[in-house]
């Protein structure tokens, strides 16, 4: 079955950076694209941008660009994102979500990032 | 950018009743590129429906989506104590993906 394992909480402070891990299994990775999702506390969900796993190549939505980079390990199945410049704002619970016709249709589990000084 | 409009914004329904929920999008959303996400506290998201009106597989048939255009709904048809939750509807129509801002589903 799709499984969407995803790295552990992180705490880091302001103007530090952060690499989240998305691990991947049950599906050929390269068949379907990444989506990234995020969600401040007590918020609503926030459509990030995808990576395409066959190219490498990423489209970030309005808000995600500069500090924010998606990127691949095709070799052990993983995608990653990078949040650079940690503001504040950031602190939030991170998913990948495999893209299938477009849509998330298997979400990992979270990674809360907490950036606080 | 499309952005989406959920109503209401909490649903205050009691287990058994049909809850209907409401998505509207400030442009037309072509193909019906539509989808329906489910949110429990503490939980990641699951994909309800997309295509507007497909099941997700293992989806009960209880939920059914519809709609086209600008115009979409999620239906429950009778509520079950699991169904008290947040949906959220996105729109996937162009290369973005934005997501609306919830409905809560909550137990009266």
């Known amino acids: 079955q799709v499984q969407l394992v995803q790295s552990g909480s992180e705490l880091r402070k302001p103007g530090a950076s952060v690499k989240i891990s998305c691990k991947a299994s049950g599906y050929t990775f390269t068949n379907s694209g990444m989506n990234w999702v995020r969600q401040a506390p007590g918020q609503g969900l926030e459509w990030m941008g995808w990576?395409?796993?066959?190219?490498?190549?990423?489209t970030y939505a309005q808000g995600f660009t500069g500090r924010f980079v998606f990127s691949l390990d095709t070799s052990v199945n993983t995608a990653y994102l990078q949040i650079s410049s940690l503001k504040a704002e950031d602190t939030a619970v991170y998913y990948c979500a495999r893209r299938v016709l477009s849509v998330c249709d298997s979400w990992g589990q979270g990674t809360l990032v907490t950036v606080s000084s | 950018e499309i952005v989406l409009t959920q109503s209401p914004d909490t649903l205050s329904l009691s287990p058994g009743e049909r809850a209907t929920l409401s998505c509207r999008a400030s442009?037309?959303?072509?193909?019906?590129?539509l989808a329906w996400y489910q949110q429990k506290p503490g939980q990641a998201p699951r994909l309800l429906i997309y295509?507007?009106?497909t099941r997700a597989t293992g989806i009960p048939d209880r939920f059914s989506g519809s709609g086209s255009g600008t115009d979409f709904t999620l239906t429950i048809g009778r509520l079950e104590p699991e169904d008290f939750a947040v949906y959220y509807c996105q729109q996937y129509d162009t290369s973005t993906g934005t997501f609306g801002q919830g409905t809560k589903v909550e137990i009266k």
């Open positions: 442009q037309s959303v072509s193909s019906s590129y």
């Open positions: 295509g507007a009106s």
């Open positions: 990576i395409n796993t066959n190219t490498g190549n990423p």
